[in-house]
Every structure is written in structure tokens, then in C-alpha cells.
């Protein structure tokens, strides 16, 4: 099995100034490869330890991909330090140098020495073409391994990463007839990580020499399946079977078998039904409607929300009787059923969801603590809502809320509440 390690450079990511999203896209495009990544590493721009983690890295894998460091300026140390390490030396590249004016020329910027710089490469590296900006990617085939220099830049990264380095790398594992590694991720909801445990049981009777992880958050458990196989028609049947007895013991958890929210699940089967939908929000002030159109397209089913925070507004906005509100309170089940269906009638859509609790950290009662949340389902032949009891933190329960609104109306829209 190939082994990679992503290794980046950068005081910015070392000091917690800039989050390290360009280790997390890197590492998901090699798995989906068939390689393991097994090692990541961050390192500031300091020629020493470059060198030093290179070596070590080496030992460790046969693939390292870098990015940061491939700029022009005084703290860009990745090129000239890789020119040492390779006992290399630095060589203009004509072609690039054409390439560069012209593209400072169209864009009637001055082309600088400094720029200039950015033509010369190690001569031991294959170039590889960054159309997003100056710094080519730099490709090295050294005893038998590959190091791979990319930007910083996430958006040049990708393009170099897309066009260049995944299909050198795709040839490479199939050409060595390497084995390889691969997972599938069953995204669950409405179930607790230990309730899914419980349910699938003794791992040994159909695991093999697979692996399973639950992966919990507010949103619900993913469930990742991985397997080695000698090759990827080898590892994919082991992973089917595995996944055809992990859907006979949890399968009406299960939602989706891909990389994607419940936000977008819900989205595609109000589409495919050529339904509607609107929200009315109270301690999530927005979130629920942000989620919702997290997903491109959703201007297809998602009309439109109101934020009623206050008391007044539920009443004048989306008439809630103040009756109501005044008997039974804001954080109610009558109040989550007014809303809902108000909203519904307000928008003129198939369904809605309402919501309405005290997210804390003030607020609370001994008959309804910090985390008491009524969320609220309506469409022309029901109405309904639940009570929730979350945390005392306030993010946690605004988030929890979220991701529970969306697996009800889920559940609802699947017949299976």
C-alpha cells in the first residue's frame, strides 16, 4: 500500500492565525485515490526544519505533498530550500517567463524582477501549471518516492491539485497494481452513536478486516467504513458486503451513503416532489434558513422565512394569538404549532418548520431549563410538534435545533414518524 503525508508550511497556520483547510481537502482527494495517508504535519517557514521534516517524512511515506512557501517574497523559503535539499540548482524557465508577462500584461499590472523570480525552478522538478496565479506546482521523482510542492493558496492548490497531481497519482496506483485503501461513509439520524452501536452489534461477525468509526456531531452520526482490498474492484465488493448488513440492522437511520447534509437530502426530495417549503425562527434567528440554503439550488423548494424573536413579532408577524403565548408561553408546543402553521399559510408553501426555545445561558425555569426546544412541522393535512432537551450551552443548542428541525421534517417527508 502506498503511503502519503501532507506537509504544511506556513507561520500563519503554526501561530492559529489562518485555519489548515488545504491538509483536510488533500487528505480526502488521496483517500478517494486508495491511498493512507497516515501523517500530517505543520511547520513554519524556517529553512532547518524543512529540511529536517523531509527527511523524516521520507522514512515514514512514499508520497509527501506540500503546500505554503512558493511565493515571491522574503518568507517563501519552500522553493530555495527544496533546491538545497535536492543538491539542485535554480534554472529560468522560458516558457513560464512568457507565460507570466503575458499574464501581468493582460492585466495591466507591471512585471517586477520579484516576479520574475517566480521563473526560475529547481531543474530535477517537473513544472506543473497554475493558471490561478504565479507560483507553479513543482513535482520531484526522488528514490523512488514523489514530493509534490503546491501554493498556499487554496483556490491554486486545487486547480494544480485537479489538473495535474490526482491524475499523475491515479496512474501511479493503478500502473504499480498497489493495494489499496477505501472508505464509505453512511451518514445516520435520529439516533444516538451508542443506541447505533448497540443496534449493529459484534463487529467480528462482518467487519473482517475492515474498519468502522462513529463519527458523532449536532447533525447526526457518520459512520465510516473502510477496507483494503488488492485492488479497488477488490476493495469495493468487500466494503458492499459489509455495508448490505450495516443497512439490515440500522437502515431506516441511514439517509445517505455520500458526502453530503441532511440539508441537502431533504432539499433533493422536496425538489423531486416539486414541493415547497418556509421557516419561522425564534432562538435559532436564521440558522435554520442558512442551512437550508447552504445547498445551490435550493431557490428551487425553500421560499422564504421569518426571523420572530420576540414576542411582538410572533404576534404581528406571523399571528400567534397573544392568548396563547400568554398562557401557555413562547417556548410551547401551541406556540411552535401557531408558527408553523401561520408560516405555512404565510408563504403558500407544501410544508414548514417552526421552531422556538430558550437557548440559554439566562432565560431558563425549573419547568423549562436552558435547552427546552418545541420544533414544529406543518402541511395541509398535519400539524405537529416536539419537545427537545439539549444542553446549557448556547451554540450547542442552537445548532442541535438546526439539525434536529431538518431530520424531523426528514422523517416526516419518508413516512417514518
Not at 506540500?66 to 529560468?92: A, N, R, W, Y
Not at 431533504?266 to 435559532?284: F, H, P, Q, W, Y
Request: glycine share 8%.
Amino acid at each position: 500500500m502506498i503511503k502519503a503525508s501532507i506537509l504544511t508550511i506556513g507561520d500563519e497556520i503554526c501561530i492559529g492565525q489562518v485555519v489548515n483547510t488545504n491538509a483536510s481537502w488533500i487528505a480526502n482527494e488521496m483517500t478517494k485515490l486508495g491511498y493512507k495517508v497516515n501523517l500530517h504535519s505543520i511547520i513554519g517557514d524556517e529553512e532547518s526544519i524543512l529540511i529536517k521534516e523531509l527527511k523524516r517524512l521520507l522514512k515514514e511515506t512514499d508520497i509527501i505533498i506540500m503546500t505554503g512557501g512558493l511565493g515571491p517574497t522574503h518568507d517563501d523559503i519552500t522553493k530555495p530550500t527544496l533546491t538545497k535539499f535536492f543538491k539542485d540548482s535554480l534554472l529560468l524557465n522560458r516558457e513560464l517567463l512568457i507565460e507570466l508577462e503575458d499574464r501581468f500584461s493582460k492585466r495591466g499590472l507591471k512585471f517586477t524582477e520579484r516576479n520574475k523570480e517566480q521563473a526560475l525552478v529547481p531543474t530535477k522538478a517537473k513544472i506543473l501549471k497554475n493558471e490561478l496565479g504565479t507560483a507553479p506546482g513543482l513535482w520531484f521523482d526522488y528514490k523512488n518516492k514523489i514530493i509534490v510542492a503546491l501554493p498556499g493558496v487554496p483556490s491554486e492548490m486545487k486547480y494544480i491539485m485537479i489538473n495535474s497531481v490526482i491524475p499523475l497519482l491515479k496512474e501511479k496506483i493503478i500502473s504499480e497494481r498497489q493495494s489499496v485503501l477505501l472508505f464509505k461513509n453512511l451518514n445516520t439520524t435520529g439516533i444516538p452513536e451508542s443506541y447505533l452501536a448497540d443496534m449493529i452489534g459484534d463487529t467480528k461477525l462482518f467487519l473482517g478486516d475492515g474498519s468502522l468509526a462513529f463519527l458523532p456531531s449536532y447533525k447526526g452520526v457518520r459512520l465510516r467504513v473502510g477496507i483494503e482490498g488488492v485492488d479497488f474492484e477488490n476493495a469495493k465488493e468487500k466494503l458492499e458486503v459489509i455495508i448490505k448488513y450495516l443497512k439490515t440492522k440500522i437502515g431506516k437511520y441511514i439517509y445517505s451513503e455520500e458526502d453530503e447534509s441532511i440539508a441537502s437530502v431533504v432539499g433533493r426530495i422536496l425538489n423531486d416532489r416539486g414541493k415547497t417549503l418556509s421557516v419561522a425562527e425564534s432562538c435559532t434567528a436564521g440558522l435554520l434558513g442558512a442551512e437550508i440554503t447552504t445547498v445551490s439550488g435550493s431557490s428551487k423548494y425553500f421560499i422564504g422565512g421569518v426571523q420572530v424573536y420576540s414576542n411582538e413579532a410572533k404576534i404581528s408577524i406571523l399571528n400567534v394569538k397573544a392568548d396563547i403565548i400568554e398562557k401557555y408561553g413562547a417556548v410551547s408546543e401551541q406556540t411552535a404549532l401557531e408558527l408553523a402553521k401561520n408560516v405555512r399559510l404565510l408563504f403558500n408553501t407544501d410544508y414548514s418548520i417552526s421552531i422556538t426555545g430558550i437557548a440559554g445561558p439566562t432565560g431558563g425555569s425549573e419547568e423549562k431549563p436552558v435547552g427546552t426546544v418545541f420544533i414544529g412541522i406543518s402541511d395541509e393535512s398535519v400539524n405537529f410538534a416536539n419537545k427537545y432537551y439539549f444542553s446549557k450551552d448556547r451554540q450547542i443548542n442552537r445548532e442541535r435545533a438546526v439539525g434536529t428541525a431538518l431530520t424531523l421534517l426528514y422523517k416526516h417527508l419518508m413516512g417514518i414518524i
